[in-house]
């Protein structure tokens, strides 16, 4: 799964004409601001792989060289040359990870050095500058991802639950990596290599440490995309939940001088990153995934200076003084003056046996391209009568040997788009069951069949060939993890006008005024998206509330220092 951005053309060529962007006497005096310059040496190295993001480097005399070489292989490979007024640096630049390449002084001369904070500086109040380096950065990154020799190696099975979920955050984040199939040559010959056993996958293989039985949580912690302290005592905002509605307060908030911290449990994209097309959302007329858009999201965000962790689980809320304290999984608590909670909502299962066991093994909930590669040229399911079930159902066709569109509902277009039911209807790849449930799941290791059976229980269940089932009925709110904020019947969180006097405690009494807008019970506590009440549920609805709510942040700041 590959991320695409209008700026970037993916011919090799271009990205490597992009990639290998120089600097003008114009935009290299605007850079003078920011930098530090010093003498180095032939041999020198600046950078080495798996050290932690550092300074940009500009050459001003000096010619510089980026090298990757992959584990276990003494034959460097060169992966760029910088001359005067070229840069060093890739998209790590901005997201923490640590550095795929290492970067060495082939000719003597000058640099120009740009300290982390000072870069935050410049990418923040340079706009040219900044769009310049961000363009540069996609196209590296992009040419990392597709270079033969690479610095991570995960070795395991794509089709084991622990391989899925490995395979999408990695995904998701756009980590460049190989991934090696454990039972393949190649994967067994890693193996071996490094010390390991089938017992120890997924695994991964740096040049400077092997991780056995891998987790994305100690893949996050070892790239350094976990979460770091900032520098600072108070974030300004804390966003929970890295969503359409989280992404889209991170970029807000960023962008206007917020020192802003984004976490997500899983990855960055949330429900939406599920989606495999996007065709209502504006501006993309053409459409686009929901894997690219929340990137694309991600990015701008990172441009203007927020700080995104992930996997990175948040436990608890509480209110100390006039600041907030989140706490992780890991114990670690961070302080805040405002906290907007975007934790969207989890997917619901089925009930029926052996549905925990088979999840990442046959069972899904999305249908992205990792997905359907992964039961390419097999029959399939997709469960579910709204929208998203509907788009699966169309992408996996594209994959599937036949796909079974399970609906509970007796009317197909009861809760899908009118576009979606005339594109369903007319394919001759997709079978429609209304009025049906799936009644079981059958398979060893992984899925291979389900049996349906009609609603009300009529008639036997008739099983059916099925190598994957992509479950689409809803969602729930994830926010069984906060306490003392109000919630409705069903979990979500009212805000502003729906919380009612008896919602409201003394402290509203003592600041003598009443909710702001997507304010919640607790002062300075805000929410937006899909895990607020009264939303749309709805890509477009999640952005505005996004959006919407870091204004609110801003009116809460100015009244708390009042």
């Known amino acids: 799964?590959?991320?695409?951005?209008?700026?970037?053309?993916?011919?090799?060529?271009?990205?490597?004409?992009?990639?290998?962007?120089?600097?003008?006497?114009?935009?290299?005096?605007?850079?003078?601001?920011?930098?530090?310059?010093?003498?180095?040496?032939?041999?020198?190295?600046?950078?080495?792989?798996?050290?932690?993001?550092?300074?940009?480097?500009?050459?001003?005399t000096a010619t510089l060289e980026a090298l990757c070489s992959p584990p276990a292989q003494e034959l460097e490979q060169s992966f760029?040359?910088?001359?005067?007024?070229?840069?060093?640096?890739?998209?790590?630049?901005?997201?923490?990870?640590?550095?795929?390449?290492?970067?060495?002084?082939?000719?003597?001369?000058?640099?120009?050095?740009?300290?982390?904070?000072s870069f935050r500086r410049l990418m923040a109040q340079?706009?040219?500058?900044?769009?310049?380096?961000?363009r540069a950065f996609l196209a590296r990154r992009r040419?990392?991802?597709?270079?033969?020799?690479?610095?991570?190696?995960?070795?395991?099975?794509?089709?084991?639950?622990?391989?899925?979920?490995?395979?999408?955050?990695?995904?998701?984040?756009?980590?460049?990596?190989?991934?090696?199939?454990?039972a393949s040559p190649a994967g067994e010959d890693a193996l071996r290599t490094a010390g390991l056993t089938a017992a120890d996958l997924p695994a991964a293989v740096m040049p400077d440490a092997t991780l056995p039985q891998v987790t994305p949580g100690t893949l996050s912690q070892r790239l350094n995309l976990a979460y770091r302290r900032t520098g600072r005592g108070t974030s300004d905002l804390i966003v929970v939940g890295a969503g359409p509605a989280g992404l889209a307060a991170a970029v807000y908030g960023a962008s206007e001088g917020l020192e802003t911290v984004l976490l997500d449990a899983v990855a960055t994209g949330g429900q939406a990153a599920?989606?495999?097309?996007?065709?209502?959302?504006?501006?993309?007329?053409?459409?686009?995934?929901?894997?690219?858009?929340?990137?694309?999201?991600?990015?701008?965000?990172?441009?203007?200076?927020?700080?995104?962790?992930?996997?990175?689980?948040?436990v608890a809320l509480e209110r100390e003084g006039r600041s907030h304290l989140v706490t992780l999984v890991d114990g670690t608590r961070i302080r805040s003056r405002a906290v907007i909670v975007a934790t969207g909502a989890a997917y619901r299962a089925l009930p029926v046996d052996r549905w925990t066991e088979l999840t990442g093994s046959g069972i899904y909930y999305a249908a992205t391209d990792l997905e359907?590669?992964?039961?390419?040229?097999?029959?399939?399911?997709?469960?579910?009568?709204?929208?998203?079930?509907?788009?699966?159902?169309?992408?996996?066709?594209r994959y599937a040997d036949g796909v079974t569109l399970v609906v509970r509902g007796d009317d197909l277009g009861a809760r899908m788009s009118a576009y979606l039911v005339e594109r369903i209807t007319a394919d001759p790849r997709i079978t429609v069951h209304t009025g049906t449930e799936v009644a079981a799941v059958h398979g060893g290791a992984r899925l291979d069949g389900v049996s349906l059976t009609g609603r009300a229980g009529g008639g036997p269940a008739r099983r059916i060939d099925c190598s994957g089932l992509f479950c689409f009925i809803g969602a729930q709110p994830a926010t069984s993890w906060l306490t003392g904020v109000v919630l409705d019947e069903n979990g979500f969180i009212p805000t502003d006008r729906e919380l009612t006097d008896d919602d409201l405690d003394e402290r509203w009494r003592d600041l003598g005024r009443a909710p702001l807008p997507y304010e919640t019970s607790v002062p300075g506590v805000f929410a937006a998206g899909d895990v607020r009440s009264s939303s749309m549920k709805r890509v477009a609805a999640a952005v505005g509330d996004g959006a919407s709510a870091v204004r609110s942040v801003h009116q809460f700041l100015a009244l708390a220092q009042r």
């Open 80 to 117: 760029m040359t910088y001359g005067p007024g070229q840069f060093t640096g890739e998209l790590n630049l901005l997201t923490g990870q640590r550095s795929s390449l290492q970067v060495r002084v082939a000719a003597p001369g000058t640099i120009h050095r740009v300290t982390p904070q």
């Open 1 to 60: 799964m590959t991320t695409s951005f209008p700026e970037i053309d993916d011919h090799p060529e271009n990205l490597a004409a992009v990639a290998a962007l120089r600097l003008d006497d114009i935009q290299l005096s605007l850079t003078a601001h920011y930098s530090v310059t010093e003498e180095v040496s032939a041999g020198e190295v600046l950078f080495d792989i798996g050290d932690e993001s550092g300074d940009l480097v500009i050459s001003g």
């Open 126 to 134: 340079e706009t040219e500058l900044s769009d310049l380096f961000l």
């Open 274 to 314: 599920t989606s495999a097309r996007i065709e209502n959302y504006l501006g993309f007329p053409f459409g686009l995934s929901g894997a690219d858009l929340t990137a694309r999201a991600a990015v701008q965000a990172l441009k203007f200076g927020a700080h995104i962790a992930s996997p990175c689980g948040v």
């Open 372 to 397: 359907a590669q992964a039961v390419a040229g097999r029959p399939v399911a997709v469960v579910g009568g709204a929208n998203s079930a509907g788009q699966a159902a169309l992408h996996l066709a």
């Open 143 to 182: 040419l990392l991802r597709q270079a033969t020799g690479q610095t991570l190696r995960i070795v395991g099975d794509a089709d084991s639950a622990m391989g899925m979920a490995l395979r999408t955050f990695i995904a998701r984040q756009g980590v460049p990596h190989l991934w090696v199939d454990g």
